[in-house]
Structure formats: structure tokens, C-alpha cells
């Protein structure tokens, strides 16, 4: 069983940014395929960003550039450093281990205009 737990969410004005944080605790772990989601308001949950164990990475087209993905393996963490933020990027954001299928319970990310 693996636990994940996000930190780092907030309030923040559009153009500034966050990092989000994911922890892993429990049993072994090693990032093999972390994805962070997110879901807004009235708005299916979807993938921003996804972290492979050889370090590649794929992001949603609405992050491209602004957003980056990265993992500490001997930290048990997966980031996401959110910059040059937008007002529809507020959500709750999740990370997930999808080989495991671990989802923690999220972080509210709220931009002001």
C-alpha cells in the first residue's frame, strides 16, 4: 500500500507560482509513471503532467511551457512547479501513481485575476 500526500497548494495572483509537492510513504516506492490531475469546478478530472522512470515527460497543451514535471526518488517526491499562472488554472489538484493506482487526496489551487 502506498500513501500520497500533496502539499503546496494556494492562493496565488495570476502570473505567479506555485510548486506543488506529492509524497509517497508505505511500501517500496519508486517513481515508474507519476501523473499530477487536476479537476475544476463542474469540470472533469484531467491529466496536466505525467513522469516516467527514465525521466521523460508529457504535459496537457494548456501547461506546455509553463508547468514542469519532476521526481526525487530518494525523497519518495513528485513536483510540479507551476509558473506564469492563469485564473483557469485553479483546481484541486491530484497526484497519481498509475502503476500502482495510489491517488492522494489533492491540493486546492486557486488563481485570482
Known amino acids: 500500500q502506498v500513501q500520497l500526500v500533496e502539499s503546496g497548494g494556494g492562493l496565488v495572483q495570476a502570473g505567479g507560482s506555485l510548486r506543488l509537492s506529492c509524497a509517497a510513504s508505505?511500501?517500496?516506492?519508486?517513481?515508474?509513471?507519476m501523473e499530477w490531475y487536476r479537476q475544476a469546478p463542474g469540470k472533469q478530472r484531467e491529466l496536466v503532467a505525467r513522469i516516467t522512470s527514465g525521466g521523460s515527460t508529457i504535459y496537457a497543451d494548456s501547461v506546455k511551457g509553463r508547468f514542469t514535471i519532476s521526481g526525487d526518488n530518494a525523497k519518495n517526491t513528485v513536483y510540479l512547479q507551476m509558473n506564469s499562472l492563469k485564473p483557469e488554472d485553479t483546481a484541486v489538484y491530484y497526484c497519481?501513481?498509475?502503476?500502482?493506482?495510489?491517488w492522494g487526496r489533492g491540493t486546492q489551487v486557486t488563481v485570482s485575476s
Open positions: 497519481y501513481d498509475h502503476y500502482g493506482n495510489y
Open positions: 508505505g511500501s517500496i516506492f519508486s517513481i515508474n509513471a
